[in-house]
C-alpha cells in the first residue's frame, strides 16, 4: 500500500488521545459535586498531548448519580459515564473522534467521526 | 492480641487512601499550568471517600519542570512529585498521614504521623 | 495519644497495599481466559512492596462472565469483582487485611481482619 | 475529504490500543523477577480488546534494573520502559504500530509503521 501519510498520523493521534484517558481517568472516585473539576482536568491533561486542537469532555450527570453509593455518597468514574469529543491537527489535517456510550452494544465505543484538510 | 480497634481502623482507612490516589493519577499529562487543577481535583475526589476528615496535595513545581519535555511542554505525574497530607476521622480519632518525597531512599514514602483523640 | 507503634505502621501499610491495588488495576480488560493470569501478576507486583508477608486474589468468575459484552467478550476488572486477603509483616507484628465486595451496602469493601504477635 | 475509511479505521484502533495500554499499567510495580509476568498479562489483556491480530509487549530489563529501589528492590513500570509491537485488523487491512522509547526526544513515542492489505 501507499506511504503512512499525514490522515494515518492524524487519526492514529486522535485513537492515543481516547485510549489514554479513559485509562488514565477511569476508576476515579466521583461525585455530583465533583464533575465539573473532573471534566476540566480530564480536558486540560489530555489537552497537554501532542496535536490536540481541541477536546470536550463531560460526564454523564444522571449515571453518576445513580451509582453514588447510598450510604458513601460517590462513585467511580466509568467508561460508560464518559462523553469525549476531540479534534486532532496534523500538519494540515484536522481528525474528528468520538468516545460516547453505546446503549445497544452496551459498550464505550471510539469512533472517528470526520477528517478534514484545513 | 486485643480486637481490631477505632485507631486501627483510622490508620488503615488513612494508608488505603493513599495507596488509592497514588495509583490513581500517577501517570496522568502535567505541565506547569495544569498542576493547580490537578491538585484540586485529587483533593476533592479522596475527599469523597469514607472518612476523610480533610485532604491536602501539593505537586513539586520544579520537578514537573525540569521533567518536562522541552519539545512538548508537558511531562507525567509521577509519585516522587507529590506531597499529601490527609487526616482521617474514624469515631473520636483523628489519625494523620503523609506521602513525602524521601530524598535519601529515593522513595515516595507514605507515613502515619500522629494519632489524635478528639 | 500514645506514640505510632508498630500495630499502627502494619495496619497502615495494609491500607496502602489494597488501596494501591485497587487503583492500579481496575478498568484492565479482562475475560474468562486471562482471570488467572491477572491475579498472579497482581500478587505478584503487590508481593513487591515493602512489609508484604501474603497476598493473594481472586476474581470472581461469574461476575466477569456476566459482564463480559456478549459481541466482544471482554469486559474491565472492576473493584466489585476482586476478592484480596493479604498480610502484613511489620517487625514482630503481622495485620491481616481483606478486600471483597459487600453485597448489601454494594460496596467493595477493605477491612481489618485481625492483628498478631508472631 | 473523502469518507472514514477501513484503513482510517484501522490505524485509529491501533492507537487507541497503545493509549490505552499505557495508561491502565505505568505505574505498575516491577522488579526484575516479575518482568515476564507482567509482559504476558498485558499483552494477553491487550489482545481481548476489538481488531488486535497480535501485541508483543517487551520491558526494558536494564532500565528496570538501574530503577530498583536498593532498599526495597523494586520500581515501578514507566513508558520509557516499554517496547510494544502490535497489529491490527480491520476488514482487510492491517495496521503495524509501535511504542518505543525515544533516546534523543526523551519520549515514549507511538508510531505508526506499516498499513497493509490482506
Do not use: W
Not at 49 to 58: C, E
Not at 76 to 85: A, P
Amino acid at each position: 500500500m501507499t506511504d503512512i501519510n499525514e490522515r494515518d498520523i492524524a487519526v492514529f493521534e486522535a485513537g492515543i488521545k481516547l485510549g489514554a484517558l479513559y485509562h488514565q481517568f477511569v476508576g476515579t472516585p466521583i461525585s455530583s459535586d465533583t464533575i465539573d473539576g473532573l471534566e476540566r482536568i480530564i480536558e486540560d491533561s489530555i489537552a497537554l498531548q501532542p496535536h490536540i486542537r481541541s477536546v470536550s469532555v463531560s460526564i454523564d450527570r444522571e449515571m453518576v448519580e445513580k451509582k453514588q453509593n447510598p450510604k458513601f455518597k460517590y462513585c467511580e468514574l466509568e467508561g460508560r459515564m464518559l462523553h469525549v469529543s476531540l479534534q486532532i491537527l496534523y500538519k494540515n489535517i484536522i481528525a474528528y473522534a468520538e468516545l460516547a456510550y453505546d446503549e445497544i452494544q452496551d459498550y464505550p465505543l471510539m469512533s472517528i467521526k470526520k477528517i478534514e484538510e484545513m
